[in-house]
T-cell receptor
Framework: GAVVSQHPSWVICKSGTSVKIECRSLDFQATTMFWYRQFPKQSLMLMATSNEGSKATYEQGVEKDKFLINHASLTLSTLTVTSAHPEDSSFYIC??????????FGSGTRLTVV | AQKVTQAQTEISVVEKEDVTLDCVYETRDTTYYLFWYKQPPSGELVFLIRRNSFDEQNEISGRYSWNFQKSTSSFNFTITASQVVDSAVYFCALRPDRFNKFYFGSGTKLNVKP
């Protein structure tokens, strides 16, 4: 089946630094990928839709300049959290459309900003 | 509006008990898909089932079964003879056909005690 690899699985960074999270589709091409955020004991909320070769579409309330998304190839989308702060600590998970009806999720990245 | 409600925040059962997780959804779309995902402590989302709005047939897969009723906008999930390994957070999700976006419920944490 379709596999989406997300890296790193967890990361700890200092406040004010930037951190990049990668999302790769391993055995299929993904023109569209999705980035979700999950606060502890809460549900997943879509942050943005990443489109290969074009700008990402952000959900209302998500800061574009803080959460930079790049989808430079059909198998890779990256999310960069810029100038991270403790309130950005969260679980970030990506998803890719692998068929007309199928969406595969990555294993997630737990970000802790100290 | 699109919305998924999982009223049960947390459920605790003893191994071998049957347990039903409730899911109620709201949508005005006529074509949509409903999903159940399992999220173990490690964080990844494990796909369990997808149902489209035109298929109200109930489904059974091993110890798992799903009851989809459009009349009550519900898509409930039953685990028969629960096991400790079933302990996880379970999410119900809705995806209208015209969107790539998933609308997740708030999740139900299932604790299965030995």
């Amino acid at each position: 089946g379709a596999v989406v690899s997300q890296h790193p699985s967890w990361v700890i960074c200092k406040s004010g630094t930037s951190v990049k999270i990668e999302c790769r589709s391993l055995d299929f091409q993904a023109t569209t990928m999705f980035w979700y955020r999950q606060f502890p004991k809460q549900s997943l909320m879509l942050m943005a839709t990443s489109n290969e070769g074009s700008k990402a579409t952000y959900e209302q309330g998500v800061e574009k300049d803080k959460f930079l998304i790049n989808h430079a190839s059909l198998t890779l989308s990256t999310l960069t959290v810029t100038s991270a702060h403790p309130e950005d600590s969260s679980f970030y998970i990506c998803s890719a459309r692998d068929s007309p009806y199928g969406y595969t999720f990555g294993s997630g990245t737990r970000l802790t900003v100290v | 509006a699109q919305k998924v409600t999982q009223a049960q925040t947390e459920i605790s059962v003893v191994e071998k008990e049957d347990v039903t997780l409730d899911c109620v959804y709201e949508t005005r779309d006529t074509t949509y898909y409903l999903f159940w995902y399992k999220q173990p402590p490690s964080g990844e989302l494990v796909f369990l089932i997808r149902r489209n709005s035109f298929d109200e047939q109930n489904e059974i897969s091993g110890r798992y079964s799903w009851n989809f009723q459009k009349s009550t906008s519900s898509f409930n999930f039953t685990i028969t003879a629960s096991q400790v390994v079933d302990s996880a957070v379970y999410f119900c999700a809705l995806r209208p056909d015209r969107f790539n976006k998933f609308y997740f419920g708030s999740g139900t944490k299932l604790n299965v005690k030995p």
